[in-house]
Structure formats: structure tokens, C-alpha cells
């Protein structure tokens, strides 16, 4: 009885199986953060130099582009002057403010919104992967806790 689930492909057929299996495979877009060099990357929203590791904040595009910034406000900036839609942005990261230099998507972090925080354009959010540690910082601050990260992004674009 002949394997129905057997097929012999000849050697140019084969090649382009391989060329379109790779193709398929180079077109998933990796939405993982991607380290902000201090001092070296560029804020993508006021083109000024990143340099403190507890703001700085970037977002991952559905082409799989990563911009980044040095500030959450110019984040939201730069987003609402490009008319860019959520359906463009897989991920957005940002620093966390007890651990800089490493990135924590927005969506989990604790944001906490104060006159208190010193950020390099005044955007004055600080996050936190840990969501106790941000409602502590809010109190000891005098600061808001944020319920969520849309609504500061609403503020942005009011």
C-alpha cells in the first residue's frame, strides 16, 4: 500500500519550498523590547540624547520597528502628531523606575503620576513592575497610582 503522506520533491521544488518556509518565517515580527543604550539612542519624539535609565520608554510597531524615548509624554506626543493608530503598535515599553534599564510592558506596570517625579521632559510618570512598590511611591510622593496606561495616554491627545 502506498504512503499517501509521501511526497518526493524534486531538487528545484525543494529549494523553493525552503526559500518560502524562510520567507514565512522572516515575516513574524518580534515585539520583545530591546535594550536602550544611555546616552547613545536618540528619543525618536525630540531627537535629544536618552540618559536616564528610569524614563526612557519605547514602542514596538506592527512592521516590527522599535522607537524609542526618552520620556513617556514624548511617546504620546510623538503618536498623537503621526496619527498613529493602536492597530500600528504591537507593544509598548517602559523603564522601570526601581530597576533602570529594564523594560516593562505598559500594560502591567504600575504608573504613578506626580508633580514630585523629575522626568527629562516633565512628564512626570514614573513605572513600576511591581504594582505594591508603585502604590508605596504614590503615597510617599504625594502622587496618583493610574488605574491604567490609557488613560494617560487619553490626556495626551485631549
Known amino acids: 500500500m502506498r504512503n499517501l503522506f509521501s511526497v518526493r520533491l524534486s531538487a528545484p521544488a525543494y529549494r523553493l519550498a525552503l526559500v518560502l518556509m524562510f520567507l514565512l518565517a522572516s515575516c513574524s515580527v518580534d ?29 514596538i510597531t506592527d512592521k516590527g520597528r522599535c522607537l524609542k524615548f526618552d520620556d513617556l509624554s514624548c511617546l504620546f506626543h510623538y503618536i498623537g502628531k503621526n496619527e498613529i493608530t493602536d492597530s500600528q503598535i504591537l507593544k509598548i515599553y517602559v523603564s522601570d523606575y526601581q530597576h533602570p ?51 494617560l495616554k487619553q490626556q495626551h491627545h485631549e
Open 31 to 59: 515585539d520583545k523590547p530591546q535594550a536602550i543604550e544611555l546616552g547613545k539612542d536618540e528619543c525618536a519624539g525630540c531627537k535629544m540624547a536618552i540618559t536616564d535609565g528610569q524614563f526612557g520608554c519605547e514602542f
Open 101 to 151: 534599564g529594564t523594560l516593562i510592558d505598559i500594560k502591567t506596570a504600575g504608573l504613578v503620576l506626580g508633580d514630585d517625579i523629575k522626568s527629562p521632559m516633565n512628564g512626570g510618570v514614573a513605572a513600576f513592575g511591581d504594582r505594591r512598590a508603585a502604590e508605596k511611591f504614590a503615597v510617599e510622593h504625594q502622587a496618583i497610582l493610574l488605574d491604567s496606561w490609557t488613560r
